[in-house]
Each structure stands twice: as C-alpha cells, then as structure tokens.
C-alpha cells in the first residue's frame, strides 16, 4: 500500500468567501481546498503554506489545526491509473488567513486556476469530497 500524506488550508475571506484550487490532473477535473503532498521531511504547516502560495499566489499564515482525514483508495480508482496498490491518504486541514500576495493561476502544476467562492455557490460546483469534509472541520457546513 502507498501512501500520501498531504495538507490543505481553509482560508475565508472577511465577506465569507472560500478560496478554492481547480484540480486538474489525469481523467479528473475538481474544485479542491488549496493546498496538496508534503515533501520528504517536511513540516505539515510549512508544506501548507507552500501548497497554498504555489496554486493561488496568496501568502498565509496558518491557523489551527481543523482536524485529520484519512482514505484508502483502491488501485481501480487510483489516479493516474494503472496503480497495482491501494493509496493510503492523511489529510491534514488546518485553518489559514491571507497574509499577502495576490490572486494568481497555478502554471505547470496540478491546479490549473483558483478562486473564491460564497459558501452557498459551493454546492454547484463540481468538487472533490474534501471540500465538504475541510469545511464541515471549520464548521462552515
């Protein structure tokens, strides 16, 4: 079994927008909460911060930690495919607000644009289960 271990980051803005990441990568196409894979050694926190800066141009500072999702997912559903094993994936979601920086797409990555959203125009977007499951954690569902 692999494993990914990942943090993501629910920023909301003073006019209760939620900024989200288009996930674009292999057969799927999704809104997602910003943020994606730590690298070898590195902080949760830190790698956050990373992820959020890379897919939206915005610097944050991270708040508290909201909470830890965990997910198998078996090979056939695995992305790209061709995966033999399951995937075991730690999400880390910790709360962040804007320090700095400005609204920018993502160019050569795993997302492919961002922006915010009114937490009621969410339930029209197409997205991934981690939307709903990092905002539940805010309590903003």
Do not use: C, Q
Not at 26 to 34: E, L, S
Not at 40 to 68: K, S, W
Not at 76 to 101: E, F, N, Q, W
Request: hydrophobic residues 40%; glycine residues 10%; charged residues 30%.
């Amino acid at each position: 079994m692999d494993l990914r271990v990942a943090a993501y980051a629910v920023v909301v803005d003073d006019d209760r927008r939620v900024l989200l990441a288009h996930w674009n990568e292999g057969r799927k196409a999704a809104w997602t909460m910003p943020g994606g894979g730590l690298e070898a050694g590195e902080d949760p926190e830190y790698a956050a911060r990373r992820e959020v800066f890379e897919e939206t141009g915005y610097r944050v500072e991270i708040g508290e930690l909201l909470g830890i999702h965990s997910r198998v997912i078996p090979p056939a559903h695995r992305i790209p495919d061709g995966s033999t094993s399951p995937l075991h994936t730690l999400r880390i979601v910790y709360r962040a607000t804007v320090k700095g920086g400005r609204l920018r797409h993502e160019v050569g990555g795993t997302t492919d644009r961002a922006d915010w959203f009114p937490l009621p125009a969410i339930d029209d977007l197409h997205r991934v289960k981690l939307v709903d499951i990092a905002l539940s954690m805010a309590g903003l569902r």
